[in-house]
């Protein structure tokens, strides 16, 4: 069996994703750090609290894309559908090509930016979804997945859900 990797591209849009984690999650502390000095510990200076946040913040930035990156894969097989992600917590979602009800390909914003997409697959259980694909590369697999969950239908002649 062989997985399929992400693009070059998809680190643009990793990226872009841990910064503006990263940003919220700062100013989350800072914010908690300053309700501290103000109401707890008067004393509290919040230059060492502000460093240890910005270097978090930097680290989690340099380090989790480029990791997410690297895990991520991918495989679509005749009878199932395979996504494995994530950095520390890693998830496999497995589904069997002849549950599949819907294929949507879309893109937000920073998807728009980077030209890449992400194609939800949906089952009578829940979705998969395949994120950070070329734009392309997203229509060919939604394509792709259709005319397999179409063969599949016909050799079994029920009727079609997609």
């Known amino acids: 069996m062989e997985?399929?990797?992400?693009?070059?591209?998809?680190?643009g849009v990793l990226a872009?994703?841990?910064?503006l984690q990263a940003l919220f999650s700062?100013?989350?502390l800072f914010a908690l750090f300053a309700l501290a000095k103000r109401f707890l510990w008067q004393g509290l200076s919040l230059w060492p609290a502000g460093l240890f946040v910005a270097v978090a913040a930097l680290l989690?930035?340099?380090?989790?894309?480029p990791f997410r990156h690297m895990r991520y894969r991918y495989h679509l097989g005749e009878d199932r559908v395979e996504i494995i992600e994530?950095?520390?917590?890693?998830?496999?979602?497995?589904?069997?090509?002849?549950?599949?009800y819907q294929i949507q390909v879309s893109r937000g914003p920073i998807d728009s930016l980077f030209g890449v997409a992400k194609v939800v697959i949906t089952t009578g259980g829940?979705?998969?979804?395949?994120?950070?694909?070329?734009?392309?590369?997203?229509d060919a697999l939604g394509e792709q997945l259709n005319a397999v969950v179409r063969k599949k239908i016909q050799a079994g002649g029920g009727q079609s859900h997609v």
């Open 3 to 11: 997985y399929q990797r992400l693009s070059k591209k998809a680190l």
């Open 16 to 19: 872009v994703t841990a910064a």
């Open 26 to 28: 700062a100013g989350l």
């Open 60 to 65: 989690y930035c340099a380090l989790l894309p």
């Open 86 to 100: 994530g950095a520390v917590f890693i998830s496999r979602t497995i589904v069997p090509i002849d549950r599949i």
């Open 126 to 138: 829940g979705t998969a979804t395949f994120r950070f694909l070329e734009l392309a590369k997203a």
